[in-house]
């Protein structure tokens, strides 16, 4: 059963002083982006979506994949970065010099983390091969991987078909919503591994210099990058984040023309994003915002959380009226519950913008009710 809980938030928002800087839109035509998606990460809420679940062959953005899976084994224990891996006959010979490249060779030993360095700033087909055939034993295996994890993080518009990204016939394929769960769950499971890797300005390897080509590193301040992709077949691809202030953007392009233009549209972007909304604070880090029901607990209720303040993003001046606050769950939750435990959504709405979707966690553990909690809970269940 979903339940649901309403509450108003503080009355009507005011309008933004007359004198605030109100900057042009910047949000790319359908011309230049067929795809386009950028979202806050912190409240799920959209700023602006084109085409947001279009299937799309997303090319070296792949690699985002092949690295949250990396990464993920790195965390459970079952890979260590010191590792080392050769690179065996069959990868070089599919994969030697072919498109980005970290100039491994045949027989040559590298150790997992410069490999996972080379994926994410050069975007290294070969680097990718390695890890995969390395790791799960084949290249096929190591996919099979990457779309069972794809599948439990929710992306069931995504398919993988290589490591890399390279063209496969169309076996590979993505969508914009898809890539903001990835990068959303790249950034909150695995913060350290993100900040160590991802959005480093090159990469030195055997004595070879490469740089690299994210349009945002270095050029808009706050920004992370994560990965650009480009084949004949697919076009021009981009995944990128900036944080600023504490607020975390993350956009999404797809099918544009060239990577120059894919560079000014994703800059702009994201400047567009920061800059055309005022952030409205609701709830302070750790305010307990509501509460849920629970079933066969020692307690008949669980407060809720956000794991850090919430707001909502809403566009400079304007008036939109009363803000609604809904908690949904499926519920009641049934003990027993670990603190921390994520159970609930905070929905955010105000007319005329979109919707912040904030994950709720339980405030404090819930364990099974013994036999008194079972009468106290059912004495109170008459009377309530």
């Known amino acids: 059963m979903l339940v649901f809980f309403n509450a108003a938030l503080a009355g009507p928002v005011a309008a933004a002083p007359r004198d605030l800087a109100r900057p042009a839109a910047a949000v790319p035509t359908a011309t230049e982006a067929p795809v386009a998606l950028l979202v806050d990460l912190g409240s799920g809420q959209v700023l602006h979506a084109r085409n947001p679940d279009r299937r799309f062959m997303p090319a070296s953005v792949t690699k985002v994949m092949t690295l949250y899976l ?77 779309n069972r994890t794809a599948l439990g993080l929710g992306m069931t518009g995504s398919h993988f078909g290589t490591p890399n990204g390279f063209p496969d016939e169309g076996r590979t394929f993505t969508t914009a919503n898809d890539l903001v769960t990835l990068a959303r769950a790249m950034v909150t499971r695995h913060p350290d591994k993100f900040g160590y890797y991802i959005g480093r300005r090159g990469f030195d390897y055997k004595g070879i210099a490469q740089v690299n080509h994210d349009p945002m590193i270095g050029q808009v301040p ?31 392009l797809a099918g544009v023309d060239n990577g120059r233009l894919r560079g000014r549209l994703a800059r702009a972007y994201i400047e567009w994003g920061f800059n ?73 709405t105000a007319p005329g913008i979109a919707p912040a979707r904030i994950p709720l966690y339980a405030a404090q553990p819930v364990s099974v009710a013994g036999p008194f909690d079972r009468i106290v809970n059912a004495v109170a269940g008459v009377f309530s």
């Open 276 to 348: 055309a909304f005022e952030r409205k604070p609701l709830f302070g880090a750790g305010a307990v915002v509501g509460t849920a029901r629970v079933q066969d607990g020692d307690t008949r209720t669980v407060g809720l959380k956000a794991a850090g303040p919430v707001a909502i993003n809403l566009p400079r001046g304007s008036n939109p009226g009363d803000l609604a606050a809904t908690i949904r769950y499926d519920g009641p939750l049934r003990a027993p519950l670990a603190a921390g435990q994520e159970v609930a959504v905070l929905e955010v």
């Open 222 to 252: 706050g920004a992370d990058g994560i990965k650009t992709g480009f084949t004949n077949e697919s076009g021009f691809s981009y995944l990128g984040t900036a944080r600023r202030n504490g607020q975390r953007l993350v956009l999404v």
């Open 70 to 146: 990396a990464f993920e084994l790195i965390a459970a224990g079952r890979l260590d970065p010191a590792q080392v891996f050769a690179m065996s006959p069959a990868v070089a010979r599919d994969w030697r010099r072919t498109g980005s490249t970290m100039f491994l060779d045949a027989g040559e030993r590298v150790r997992v983390d410069d490999l996972l360095l080379g994926i994410a700033n050069v975007s290294a087909n070969d680097g990718a091969a390695v890890l995969a055939e390395g790791h799960a034993g084949s290249v096929t295996a190591w996919t099979g991987a990457m």
